[in-house]
């Protein structure tokens, strides 16, 4: 392994130093999706806090949502556990939703501020508007079926929206950034995000990068590489690690390897290079209870204890416990370096570290290889959008890398009598990106040389998700009693008798010669785990395909006109599956259909996970 010079970063605040903050991620729900509740979150910051081997230094938290789960948009009780243990909070709120939604984030957020006045300005240490948007709109994100994201206008606006409504409050001064990976802060199209920003937020995890050397000996290179590609396009901004780790269980990805002693390992060679020096949320204290995710990356196993799985003292070569400078000419003097307006941690291009010293001290005892208590979901739980591949032309000087993200899903909203409730959890997947490439918004493929109805075959695909299948990349709704406005995306299919959704599918090019089934899957609730439904009245669907595909400006008034009918369900019940129409799949082209009511009212939470709800596309 190569040796580097030690980690060197300037810190100061007013006239003195300030110690960078440490702390790890915390979802809304636990595996099973049961709301996390103020005193759950009271138990983590607690055991963050005395945390064997840590001394105390995890501090902080960061949230991915202000609203708590089960509830339409009051203020998460994380942070009355936050107050109460003067536990440091990097907020988040949620940004690839209906404008509707994020409103409930602001209103949450509001309600906070009117509920702790001047004891939130002591707790928060950053506002996160988002988290891994930009890269779910990526042709990357769309080919692992992320959900719905956002392009960098969309991210900015929101961004300006929450200093808007923050401006004559006691949070007016809190820093205002983004959450994404740092793939997507390389895409110079991206740049007014990050223009836009107090701070930015990279998250990065080698194991997930396996077309590359990412065993756990070079785990450390992988991520200062991602890490220090950050910080040469941030700006000049605070260039925050909102999220990195290395799993304690799961698949081997290529040459990474999760195990107990390769988690020390990350978090030796990672992790105790950058505690103190720069904000850090690791991931993760605790994923797996009352189910295990697979990988899982907890520090603590499925029983919440501050003894951990793997030991978390770090080498005394660690540059946490170091103020040499840098000789590998990367670093910069603290005159140069920018100061976080939350801290006054400066982050300049952080060199890789040098070679740790092996701990002498073994793990400890623990619970198994599981890790944690779903305090950050990982059961896979993303209702997704995107599964097809985008064909691009990558420049022979493009380096293609694999990654790893972790996707925070769509809120699940649940509608119980009058109320409407809200919940949120996270999942990880793995990712290609293009290193250097400039893609910014999805291309529509150039249309198949048939671009009318594709031919048909004798067979039909079944009305499952057992194999080959694809997933809407955007879900519209439109409203004729609202005819021109545009509804933006949704998560949720919405149809009554006023409403109409409007789903795009893409295509790959390998799709020519097989067999496509538009599917519509209504299981009844009790099978349901990360979605849910409402129903009221008599009556069925109606299922059209379109001329073009919807976009997020499309409007009653301008909606792509129909092409075909393609098929009726004329009386819609709960625990039916349904092959709505098959025929030869279409190719290389992007294609869109909407969905109408006839006589009910039905709002459903597009979702794959077990039990699938939804429209999809069975291939064979």
Same mark, same amino acid.
């Given at each position: ?102 409103? !409930? ?33 990526? =042709? ?87 890490? !220090? ?21 799961? =698949? ?37 209870? =009352? ?14 204890? *501050? ?142 040389? *048939? ?12 009305? *499952? ?94 909606? =792509? ?60």
């Amino acid at each position: 392994m190569r040796t580097y010079g030690l980690l060197a970063l300037a810190a100061s605040l007013a006239t003195t130093s300030a110690q960078a903050l440490q702390g790890f991620n915390y979802g809304s729900v636990f595996t099973n999706s049961a709301p996390i509740t103020g005193g759950d979150y009271e138990r983590f910051f607690n055991t963050a806090k005395q945390l064997a081997g840590t001394s105390g230094a995890f501090t902080s938290a960061r949230l991915f949502t202000t609203i708590q789960a089960g509830t339409t948009n009051s203020p998460t009780e994380a942070i009355a556990a936050a107050d109460a243990t003067q536990t440091k909070l990097l907020l988040g709120l949620f940004l690839s939703s209906t404008d509707q939604q994020f409103n !409930n984030e602001l209103t949450a957020l509001r309600s906070a501020i009117d509920q702790y006045g001047q004891r939130l300005v002591n707790l928060v240490i950053g506002i996160s508007v988002g988290s891994e948007d930009l890269y779910r709109i990526s =042709p990357t994100g769309i080919l692992n079926k992320s959900n719905p994201g956002e392009g960098p206008d969309a991210v900015v606006r929101r961004i300006n929206a929450v200093r808007q409504a923050l401006s004559d409050t006691v949070l007016s001064g809190a820093p205002i950034g983004h959450v994404d990976t740092w793939t997507a802060y390389v895409n110079s199209s991206n740049a007014a995000v990050i223009a836009a920003s107090d701070f930015v937020g990279v998250d990065a995890y080698p194991y997930f990068q396996n077309t590359q050397e990412n065993s756990i000996e070079n785990g450390d290179d992988l991520f200062f590489d991602a890490y !220090n590609a950050t910080v040469a396009v941030a700006q000049g901004k605070p260039v925050w690690i909102t999220e990195t780790g290395w799993p304690v269980s799961g =698949p081997t990805e290529n040459l990474a390897v999760p195990s107990l002693q390769n988690a020390e390992n990350y978090w030796d060679s990672v992790g105790c290079r950058v505690f103190g020096q720069i904000n850090t949320f690791w991931y993760t204290l605790q994923d797996a209870f =009352p189910n295990a995710p697979s990988p899982s990356f907890g520090v603590v196993g499925s029983t919440l204890s *501050n003894t951990p799985l793997y030991d978390l003292t770090c080498p005394q070569d660690s540059s946490s416990s170091t103020s040499a400078s840098s000789s590998g000419g990367s670093s910069t003097s603290a005159s140069q370096a920018v100061s976080s307006p939350a801290t006054g941690i400066s982050t300049p291009p952080v060199d890789r570290p040098a070679d740790k010293e092996a701990s002498s001290t073994p793990a400890p005892g623990g619970s198994g290889s599981n890790g944690g208590s779903g305090s950050n979901g990982g059961s896979g739980s993303n209702g997704g959008f995107g599964s097809t591949p985008v064909e691009n032309t990558v420049p022979p000087t493009v380096k293609t890398v694999m990654t790893y993200v972790t996707v925070t899903t769509c809120p699940v909203t649940v509608v119980q009598g009058s109320e409407t409730k809200t919940s949120m959890t996270t999942s990880t997947v793995s990712v290609t990106s293009t290193h250097g490439n400039t893609l910014s918004t999805i291309p529509t493929p150039a249309p198949s040389s *048939n671009p009318g109805a594709p031919p048909s075959k004798p067979k039909q695909c079944p009305a *499952n998700l057992a194999g080959v299948f694809e997933f809407p990349h955007l879900i519209i709704p439109v409203d004729k009693n609202k005819p021109d406005a545009a509804l933006g995306t949704s998560f949720n299919g919405l149809v009554t008798p006023t409403v109409s959704s409007i789903f795009n599918f893409d295509f790959p090019a390998s799709y020519a010669g097989r067999t496509c089934s538009l599917i519509f899957l209504f299981p009844t609730r009790d099978q349901l785990q990360t979605s849910n439904y409402t129903l009221s009245g008599t009556g069925g669907l109606n299922f059209q395909r379109l001329n073009e595909p919807a976009d997020s400006a499309t409007t009653f008034n301008n909606q =792509p006109t129909v092409n075909a009918q393609v098929g009726t369900i004329q009386n819609l019940q709960p625990g039916a599956n349904t092959v709505i129409r098959s025929g030869g799949c279409f190719s290389n082209t992007r294609v869109a259909y909407k969905i109408s009511a006839t006589g009910l009212n039905l709002d459903y939470f597009q979702d794959f996970n077990p039990e699938p709800i939804g429209l999809y596309v069975s291939v064979c």
